[in-house]
């Protein structure tokens, strides 16, 4: 038994409908191929008899399709179906491609906020945002300033004037810990939400994809030089992951649109958010930001995706 053109969604289907049958297995081919470009789905099957049994899915279909059947038996060398198998094809490759854009318009509206997700929140994304939600509740409700001394890149109450100094003693920790305050003199926890939000879509898509390791290393970098950038920028006193967001976001961005077997994807619109939000935290509308962070991140995770994205395309699959 033999079928041609058997439904990927709903293969055990059961509400074909028999129309006739051809004397050989080319001449099944042909007229399936004839019914395809007209868009008719239809099966062939092999008997015992070694004729070609030919089905139809539709049944709203079944009665053209007898038609043209009637129609190829008497004449099979008429012109009307002489590229019948050329028609086909053209009509599978433009099925092909309308699918290939539907599954991306349904990966689009599941891409970053508000509009993404579905990829499960990975241990190691989920570790580090109760860190963050841990500090923030630990800072807002004890001493502030003592939380900011312990782990800020540097001392901000530091009056030695040497780069670095407690890094360069040993702490190389405060590279990355600034990421995990949130503070605000305020209490305003808006800060803390809106990083929380994008690090989980971003972390756990690129934990999913490249795993717990690859993320954590990933982290540690972009931590390090987003902090490194806002330290040389504008000095110690500066919290928060959005350097590293940025960084997740740059890296996700562009490995996607370079490699998209990649499996990571950032849609246009979220793009144009946070290029925008870059823009206006420079106008200082919004009180202190780490512009330096940011703008560091995003060059890092951009460099990333890019040399991720050029030796991903070229391995072999």
């Known amino acids: 038994m033999h079928r041609e053109d058997v439904d ?23 007229f399936s191929d004839f019914l395809h470009a007209r868009g008719i ?25 007898q038609a043209n059947l009637a129609r190829y038996q008497a004449n099979p060398n008429a012109p009307e179906f002489q590229n019948a198998t050329e028609a086909a094809t053209k009509a599978r490759k433009a099925e092909a491609e309308d699918l290939a854009k539907f599954r991306n318009r349904i ?10 997700g579905g990829y499960g929140i990975g241990w190691l994304t989920f570790v580090l945002m109760l860190v963050c939600f841990y500090v923030a509740v630990a800072s807002w409700l004890g001493d502030y300033d003592e939380w900011l001394r312990r782990l800020s890149i540097s001392d901000p109450e530091n009056t030695t004037g040497k780069f670095l100094s407690e890094v360069f003693h040993g702490e190389i920790w405060r590279l990355v810990t600034p990421i995990f305050m949130h503070a605000r003199l305020s209490k305003d926890p808006l800060h803390l939400i809106f990083n929380m939000v994008w690090f989980y879509q971003l972390g756990s898509m690129i934990e999913a994809r490249k795993g717990s390791l690859y993320l954590f290393f990933f982290i540690v970098i972009s931590a390090s030089l987003s902090n490194l950038a806002q330290y040389l920028w504008a000095g110690p006193a500066f919290v928060g992951m959005s350097g590293v967001v940025y960084a997740l976001a740059g890296f996700v961005w562009i490995c996607g649109k370079y490699h998209p077997a990649s499996g990571l ?3 246009p619109q979220s793009v144009t958010i946070l290029l925008i939000w870059l823009v206006v935290c420079f106008t200082g509308i919004l009180g202190p930001i780490a512009n330096g962070a940011h703008v560091a991140g995003l060059i890092v995770g951009m460099a990333w995706g890019g040399i991720a994205a050029f030796f991903g395309a070229r391995r072999p699959e």
């Open 8 to 30: 990927a969604e709903n293969p055990g289907s059961t509400s074909m409908r028999h129309i006739g049958s051809l004397p050989g297995e080319a001449q099944a081919r042909l």
């Open 265 to 267: 994807y950032l849609d």
């Open 107 to 116: 990966r689009t509206r599941r891409s970053i906020i508000p509009k993404f």
């Open 41 to 65: 789905r239809s099966e062939i099957e092999a008997e015992t008899d070694r004729t070609w049994s030919v089905w139809i899915r539709d049944e709203d279909q079944v009665s053209e399709a």
